[in-house]
């Protein structure tokens, strides 16, 4: 009876650590967006005034930097959720190795990368953020701003 509550202890441990880091994916992704878009509405700000218009295709570096790595953290979110449930439910012993399974080994489409940028959480911020920028460019280029 000790031991089994022992063990029980010890998978509760162990699940609270897979959550911390899926806690700490999830809080990264959402700084990942405040800081492009920090940088994306900076850029558009000093666009206004007097300065070399190609400047305005930096904008689309931070924005692919950024969505890189939110899909990168989104991939790795996914995989310790997937770690979260085997231990959940005893398909893996509680062995306190916190490395995420390989994408590869999960077989499950959700951890794929076509399946991360189709999340909303990554095409609902990125595809307004490119867009706005495609048109503040344009503008910009054809001598409406």
Not at 1 to 26: A, C, F, P, T, V
Not at 89 to 107: I, M, N, S, W, Y
Not at 114 to 120: L, V
Request: aromatic share 14%; proline share 3%; charged share 20%.
């Amino acid at each position: 009876m000790e031991g089994e509550e022992k063990h029980e202890d010890k998978k509760i441990q162990y699940l609270q650590m897979i959550q911390n880091i899926i806690d700490r994916m999830s809080t990264t992704s959402a700084i990942f967006k405040g800081f492009c878009a920090t940088i994306v509405a900076g850029v558009f700000a000093i666009s206004f005034t007097e300065i070399n218009k190609w400047i305005l295709l930096l904008t689309l570096v931070p924005i692919i930097c950024f969505f890189m790595l939110d899909i990168y953290y989104l991939r790795l979110e996914k995989r310790f959720r997937v770690l979260y449930e085997a231990v959940r439910t005893g398909q893996k012993e509680v062995d306190f190795d916190l490395a995420p399974p390989l994408t590869r080994e999960l077989h499950i489409k959700e951890a794929g990368l076509w399946y991360c940028i189709k999340s909303p959480s990554i095409y609902l911020f990125y595809i307004p953020v490119v867009i706005t920028s495609m048109l503040i460019i344009f503008l910009k280029f054809s001598g409406v701003v």
